[in-house]
């Protein structure tokens, strides 16, 4: 029968202590900003962030630390699908990335190297200096592969890193 501190207005450091759960029913907003430029919403179904003016941040201050992107596996599990990682200060892929038809990956400030695939074909295109295709592995070979005209794939040209050699594995025409 003793009382519990629910809310404390505290005029000493002008804030608001709310010190129990709080719940926002379904369709309630949660407003902030002077305009509300921020909103928090749960509908009953989806939840969402909306932001009205100016840039999102999601930050993450403590040293060493991520931020971790999670959701449902598809069979009711939750799992991880990408991660800020603050040690090695890169961003991981915990599962595959598809690009959808005509969305390009693009690599360097300027776009200069870019990845397509628009429905029908795959462009690697360089917009400057050389294109390296290298493989560093020790003991280890560059095949190009393709259709064998029987619906499989094969090697049409090795350069093998063991032999150091190039290796053509079908007719070649040269033409003048």
Known sequence: EGLTEYIRLDGSDEVVRIYKNTKLTDNTVLQIG???DLKLLHDGTDSLINNLVGDLYIQNFAND????FKSDDGAGNITEYFRLDGDTV???????????DGIKSE???SADLQINHDGTDSLINNGTGHLY???SADDKDVILQSDNGSGGVTDYIRLDGSDEVVRIYKNTKLTD
């Not at 630390?65 to 971790?68: E, P, R, S």
């Not at 890169?90 to 959808?100: D, E, G, N, P």
Request: aromatic share 4%; no cysteine.
């Open 90 to 100: 890169i961003m991981k892929a915990s599962k595959h990335i598809r690009h959808l």
């Open 133 to 135: 295709i290298r493989n």
């Open 34 to 36: 002077d305009s509300a």
């Open 65 to 68: 630390k991520d931020i971790i």
């Open 107 to 109: 690599f360097g400030t």
